[in-house]
């Protein structure tokens, strides 16, 4: 199985990485940029499938692969 | 406009994030896990839309927010 996760900050949360590649961007010929938020992108290739993975899977991406307190994760499976 | 953009390490580049990430992963109950790769992932609001504005996206991306030496970028739009 692949799984790919993605941690975003929470939408309450600074993004202090994020309004330096916003204020970057607008500097470099796009006035247009709202808002950038930035997270992190995981690939995981595991040996197995199934629903008792998927539940593994998603204790890790809270225990480990994501600060519950200040980040959202999305998990996608493939 | 919300594009997002995913930036990974090149297939032939080390990830010694991503390994120390496996290794974790494998220890913490999910000897199952065979590789693990980590990269950026980012939301950008921008005002506006079309193939211009597009371009101008994957310009930013190729000089701004990946290094195309290491790194590889995808751009997806919503």
């Not at 941690?7 to 961007?25: C, S």
């Not at 995981?44 to 600060?67: F, P, T, W, Y």
């Amino acid at each position: 199985m692949k799984a790919r996760v993605v941690v975003t900050p929470k939408a309450a949360v600074l993004d202090p990485q994020g309004a330096a590649v916003k204020e970057a961007m607008q500097h470099l010929g796009m006035p247009e940029v709202k808002n950038v938020r930035i997270g992190k992108y995981l690939e995981i290739d595991v040996n197995g499938d199934g629903a008792e993975m998927e539940q593994r899977l998603h204790k890790l991406c809270r225990d480990l692969l994501s600060n519950p307190v200040i980040e959202d994760y999305q998990l996608l499976k493939e």
